[in-house]
């Protein structure tokens, strides 16, 4: 069954450590999705790749943030430094056609 | 930029009841709007609508938007605690072959018993 792998589902870290979360996107999609939640910002879009190319990453602190595709079967977020204000839940996403973002079940961040 | 603003934030109603839950946008190069329900985890999708004024309907739930007025509702009929949920709205944005999805902040629904 067909589905948007996250990893890791969780991860406490502490302040100023490096991050990297990974998305193994559903096979033959081409368009993959980073969103971070919170309760206060609700679901905001990070970063978005078509066919492994970057196409709007405005979303995201570029500071600290990072996003890649190193290959069609594996994205990466990367946060470096980690602060406590990046605590919240990431999901990848990815999809085929337009309007379509099935999500991984997320990775719950937490920054002390 | 793209906006979507759900309302209301949250809901308390019995179940049977009869729920209406509200979407706004304002996106350029609108392409679809899109209703999910996120329970525990993963957002899941309920349904994509494109064209104004056709109601679409699964179970107890039905979704019609409205271009003109840059909205979007989803009802639920006869509601049951498992529809306890947040539900989240999004448009989707299509600049030429590329397409991205924003985000309202959702509606958390709970049913009580």
């Known amino acids: 069954d067909a589905r948007v792998t996250q990893t890791p589902r969780h991860k406490v870290t502490e302040m100023g450590q490096e991050v990297t979360m990974r998305c193994q996107p559903i096979?033959?999609?081409?368009?993959v999705f980073w969103y971070r939640q919170t309760m206060m910002q609700g679901l905001e879009l990070l970063a978005y790749?078509?066919?492994?190319?970057?196409?709007?990453d405005s979303g995201m602190p570029k500071d600290r943030f990072s996003a890649e595709m190193p290959d069609a079967t594996l994205a990466t977020l990367k946060i470096q430094p980690s602060e406590p204000r990046d605590s919240a839940v990431y999901f990848c996403?990815?999809?085929?056609?337009?309007?379509?973002?099935?999500f991984g079940q997320g990775t719950r961040l937490t920054v002390v | 930029e793209d906006k979507v603003v759900q309302s209301p934030l949250s809901l308390v109603v019995h179940e049977g009841d009869t729920v209406t839950l509200n979407c706004s946008y304002e996106?350029?190069?609108?392409?679809?709007l899109l209703w999910y329900k996120q329970e525990k985890k993963a957002p899941t999708f309920l349904f994509m609508l494109?064209?104004?004024?056709i109601e679409k309907k699964s179970g107890r739930l039905s979704s019609i938007l409205d271009k003109k007025e840059l909205f979007s509702i989803l009802n639920i009929t006869a509601t049951q605690t498992g529809d306890s949920a947040v539900y989240l709205c999004?448009?989707?944005?299509?600049?030429?072959?590329?397409?991205?999805?924003?985000f309202g902040k959702g509606t958390l629904l709970t049913v009580n018993p």
């Open positions: 996403a990815s999809g085929l056609r337009e309007g379509e973002a099935f």
């Open positions: 096979l033959g999609h081409n368009t």
């Open positions: 790749f078509r066919n492994r190319a970057p196409l709007d």
């Open positions: 996106v350029t190069n609108f392409r679809s």
């Open positions: 494109t064209s104004s004024g």
């Open positions: 999004a448009v989707e944005n299509s600049g030429g072959s590329n397409y991205k999805l924003t």
